[in-house]
């Protein structure tokens, strides 16, 4: 296989190929051949791999792969990066750190969160750095990782999230991981793409890739936690009880949008039961939403999961202004909540465009 033309970014077009085609093997291929021609290993993973699988989310976002075709892409992509971690490069560099003692890493999935692909590369990288890994994989229940954390003492621990609703869990193990005095690091699209989230939820260090993360931690960990602190010490707004009150109550909340929907929406008389649950499902992570951006105090987080959901219903041609009668909805039935209604308000005007002649929900 000849090497591309325009470089990295050729790579990265040729994976694409073999991974939205379903083609694992010539994905591998692809990725064999990067490292024939001269990419080195760490270059592969970051620009071409990494935003080979961010494409992957894009595409599926604007309507333009299905989504059996985004779970093939990203399972194909899983593979490359497995074979990558076989290389007899990735071996070798894991050797030299082990042979080093540069350190000893954890790294691992906030509890409920499945997008364990970047955690996966941030991994190889480290390896290739010289760190020794222990990679706990997706959706890791906190009381088994500090379980984990006793029983090897790291010299630091790197939590990822993707989703911003798992920002609450993210906060307990941030607090449970520094309390057995380990720093914690923290990644991925669910700390805000300036890290804001990582800062207020008491993260000792954050950052935006898993290159950065590398650099961070080489000059060493961040200084282990002096002192233990409880979570709800970093989030006084807590004290409302908003927050808590919106999710122990997230499925009446739900029921009640739902109906009336019904009620709002005469042609969701016909929707079959797909539909439907596709609807419920779109309630529910509004309602999510909404209880996250009350546990960090932040309407941006909320307008902005309604204008990335205005984009998906964009593309698959609903008027994003669907989505104001569930905001109006759950605003009736939150009279007494000041800080929901007001994301609710500020989310509303972030939505607001011309009328659709024709009002209807999600036809999925």
Same mark, same amino acid.
Request: hydrophobic share 45%; with cysteine; charged share 25%.
């Given at each position: 296989? &000849?090497?591309?033309?325009?470089?990295?970014?050729?790579?990265?077009?040729?994976?694409?190929?073999?991974?939205?085609?379903?083609?694992?093997?010539?994905?591998?291929?692809?990725?064999?051949?990067?490292?024939?021609?001269?990419?080195?290993?760490?270059?592969?993973?970051?620009?071409?791999?990494?935003?080979?699988?961010?494409?992957?989310?894009?595409?599926?976002?604007? &309507?333009?792969?299905?989504?059996?075709?985004?779970?093939?892409?990203?399972?194909? &992509?899983?593979?490359?990066?497995?074979?990558?971690?076989?290389?007899?490069?990735?071996?070798?560099?894991?050797?030299? %750190?082990?042979?080093?003692?540069?350190?000893?890493?954890?790294?691992?999935?906030?509890?409920?969160?499945?997008?364990?692909?970047?955690?996966?590369?941030?991994?190889?990288?480290?390896?290739?750095?010289?760190?020794?890994?222990?990679?706990?994989?997706?959706?890791?229940?906190?009381?088994?990782?500090?379980?984990?954390?006793?029983?090897?003492?790291?010299?630091?621990?790197?939590?990822?999230?993707?989703?911003?609703? +798992?920002?609450?869990?993210?906060?307990?193990?941030?607090?449970?991981?520094?309390?057995?005095?380990?720093?914690?690091?923290?990644? %991925?699209?669910?700390?805000?793409?300036?890290?804001?989230?990582?800062?207020?939820?008491?993260?000792?260090?954050?950052?935006?890739?898993? +290159?950065?993360?590398?650099?961070?931690?080489? &000059?060493?960990?961040?200084?282990?936690?002096?002192?233990?602190?409880?979570?709800?010490?970093?989030?006084?707004?807590?004290?409302?009880?908003?927050?808590?009150?919106?999710?122990?109550?997230?499925?009446?909340?739900?029921?009640?949008?739902?109906?009336?929907?019904?009620?709002?929406?005469?042609?969701?008389?016909?929707?079959?039961?797909?539909?439907?649950?596709?609807?419920?499902?779109?309630?529910?992570?509004?309602?999510?939403?909404? %209880?996250?951006?009350?546990?960090?105090?932040?309407?941006?987080?909320?307008?902005?999961?309604?204008?990335?959901?205005?984009?998906?219903?964009?593309?698959?041609?609903?008027?994003?202004?669907?989505?104001?009668?569930?905001?109006?909805?759950?605003?009736?039935?939150?009279?007494?909540?000041?800080?929901?209604?007001?994301?609710?308000?500020?989310?509303?005007?972030?939505?607001?465009?011309?009328?659709?002649?024709?009002?209807?929900?999600?036809?999925?």
């Amino acid at each position: 296989m &000849n090497a591309p033309h325009d470089g990295l970014g050729g790579w990265a077009d040729r994976l694409w190929d073999a991974a939205v085609a379903g083609d694992e093997h010539a994905a591998v291929d692809v990725a064999l051949a990067a490292l024939d021609e001269g990419v080195d290993m760490e270059s592969l993973l970051m620009e071409v791999l990494a935003p080979v699988q961010a494409r992957v989310g894009r595409e599926w976002a604007a &309507n333009r792969i299905t989504v059996a075709q985004e779970h093939t892409a990203t399972a194909v &992509n899983e593979r490359v990066l497995a074979a990558l971690a076989h290389h007899p490069i990735a071996r070798e560099a894991a050797r030299a %750190g082990e042979s080093a003692g540069r350190g000893r890493i954890t790294v691992a999935c906030i509890d409920g969160e499945w997008h364990a692909f970047p955690a996966r590369i941030l991994t190889e990288v480290l390896r290739l750095r010289g760190w020794r890994v222990d990679h706990l994989g997706a959706q890791v229940p906190t009381p088994h990782l500090i379980a984990h954390l006793h029983r090897t003492a790291p010299d630091a621990v790197a939590l990822s999230s993707s989703i911003a609703t +798992r920002l609450p869990s993210a906060h307990v193990a941030i607090t449970a991981c520094q309390a057995t005095g380990t720093p914690v690091l923290v990644g %991925g699209a669910a700390f805000g793409p300036d890290g804001r989230y990582a800062r207020l939820l008491g993260a000792d260090a954050w950052a935006p890739d898993a +290159r950065t993360a590398a650099d961070l931690l080489a &000059n060493g960990p961040p200084p282990r936690p002096a002192v233990s602190r409880q979570a709800v010490d970093d989030l006084p707004h807590l004290d409302d009880q908003e927050y808590t009150l919106v999710t122990e109550s997230s499925s009446r909340l739900v029921r009640h949008v739902m109906n009336g929907l019904e009620l709002r929406i005469p042609e969701m008389a016909s929707y079959t039961a797909r539909q439907r649950r596709h609807t419920a499902e779109d309630v529910a992570h509004i309602v999510d939403f909404l %209880g996250t951006a009350l546990y960090v105090d932040d309407p941006e987080l909320f307008s902005g999961f309604l204008s990335w959901t205005g984009s998906i219903l964009t593309a698959r041609g609903v008027p994003p202004r669907t989505l104001l009668p569930a905001l109006d909805l759950l605003g009736e039935r939150l009279t007494d909540f000041p800080r929901a209604r007001a994301m609710l308000a500020h989310a509303r005007e972030a939505l607001r465009g011309d009328e659709p002649e024709e009002p209807v929900w999600r036809t999925r």
